[in-house]
């Protein structure tokens, strides 16, 4: 079965500073891993995904996330806070299952941004 | 701009009713997702089609039903509303039929059941 736990589901930090949101997996199968944002009443827009290829991953706005499968982590980072980072964040794993091929999203961490 | 549609934007319905959201995909995405996202339930996956055949199931109730259309459009129907039932309700559309491909998720739709 596949899961994420997002451990945290509200995380604040002052502009300028690093950002990290924390996700682990649980997967039966060699995973596929995605971080999705979700500004105020949008939609959700996707920051990068891991295949399998390169363990650390580069998404947009300078994000990154690492896959640490001895771990089992998957970790957000970024270098330097913007206040236009305030968002949700989801962490998602993707898999095959009986029924087919599912996504499921983490809980979600709540990044707040303070100038 | 995700290049998904989604309409309506919001609706309001009383408990009983039963309302259709309509979701159009990016131009030659052949897989559509349904999610529902609330905030004691979070984002769960409900269902995707896949060239109008049904391809996966999530935490879709018996109440809910979905097809997907010729033109690669799809349609959520949600019966006997319940208020436990307001929610976001997102579609998303991909291009692949593999596992790793994203998803472009639509702005979603705001269901209000009084």
């Known amino acids: 079965a596949q899961s994420v736990t997002q451990l945290d589901s509200h995380v604040s930090v002052s502009e300028g500073t690093p950002v990290l949101l924390r996700c682990n997996y649980s997967?039966?199968?060699?995973?596929?891993l995605f971080w999705y944002v979700q500004h105020p009443n949008k939609g959700l827009q996707l920051l990068l995904k891991?295949?399998?290829?390169?363990?650390l991953v580069k998404g947009i706005n300078g994000f990154e996330a690492e896959f640490k499968k001895s771990e089992t982590s998957f970790h957000l980072t970024k270098p330097s806070a913007h206040m236009s980072d305030a968002a949700e964040y989801f962490c998602?794993?993707?898999?095959?299952?009986?029924?087919?091929?599912?996504?499921?999203f983490g809980t979600g961490t709540s990044l707040t941004v303070i100038p | 701009d995700s290049g998904v549609t989604q309409t309506p934007k919001h609706l309001i319905t009383a408990t009983g009713q039963r309302v259709t959201l309509r979701c159009s995909p990016r131009?030659?995405?052949?897989?559509v997702y349904w999610y529902q996202q609330s905030l004691d339930q979070g984002l769960q996956f409900l269902i995707q089609?896949?060239?109008?055949?049904?391809?996966a199931k999530g935490n879709i109730l018996e109440r809910f039903s979905a097809q997907q259309f010729p033109d690669l459009h799809s349609e959520l129907n949600l019966s006997s509303l319940e208020l436990g039932d307001s929610a976001l309700y997102f579609c998303?559309?991909?291009?692949?039929?593999?596992?790793?491909?994203?998803?472009?998720f639509g702005p979603g739709t705001r269901l209000t059941v009084l």
């Open positions: 998303a559309s991909r291009g692949g039929q593999g596992l790793v491909g994203e998803q472009f």
């Open positions: 997967s039966s199968y060699s995973p596929s």
């Open positions: 891991y295949t399998s290829a390169a363990t």
């Open positions: 998602v794993v993707s898999g095959v299952t009986n029924t087919g091929n599912q996504f499921y």
């Open positions: 131009s030659g995405d052949l897989s």
């Open positions: 089609y896949y060239n109008g055949e049904e391809r």
